[in-house]
């Protein structure tokens, strides 16, 4: 009912743990990382989240399909494949709250991932847009 309350832009930053500690002294958290978003920060900010979700896999799944050396697509490979635990956590703890002590194996994965771009630039794989040549 809450959500329904300002369903676009919710009630602000951390008033989910407000909201929590006035029905229950004993949760500070709704133990949903979805819905700690909603409520905090409404279907713009869910919208937001989610694009930049969406666009990091997207991006790691297309350099891993340019990427020759197995090693490095492994690597890849593996930060594309962290994203569904991380996910999956999601639904059930509140992960963003806890990134320093749960995601840095996932960061570090995809910081690792993007480190492979120069290496494309070089073999002219993935051509920067400032020299790219315009047709028409």
Do not use: C
């Amino acid at each position: 009912d809450e959500i329904r309350k300002k369903p676009f832009f919710g009630h602000g930053a951390n008033a989910s743990e407000d909201f929590l500690l006035r029905i229950s002294k004993d949760f500070a958290h709704p133990h949903n990382e979805f819905l700690r978003i909603l409520f905090d920060y409404g279907f713009f900010g869910m919208a937001l989240f989610s694009y930049g979700f969406y666009r990091q896999v997207r991006r790691l799944y297309y350099l891993s399909g340019l990427l020759d050396e197995k090693r490095k697509k492994y690597i890849v490979q593996s930060a594309l494949w962290l994203f569904v635990p991380y996910f999956t956590l999601m639904t059930t703890d509140n992960i963003l709250l806890y990134a320093a002590f749960i995601l840095n194996i996932h960061f570090l994965f995809i910081g690792i991932a993007e480190s492979f771009v120069p290496d494309l630039y070089k073999a002219e794989k993935i051509i920067p847009v400032h020299i790219q040549k315009v047709s028409g």
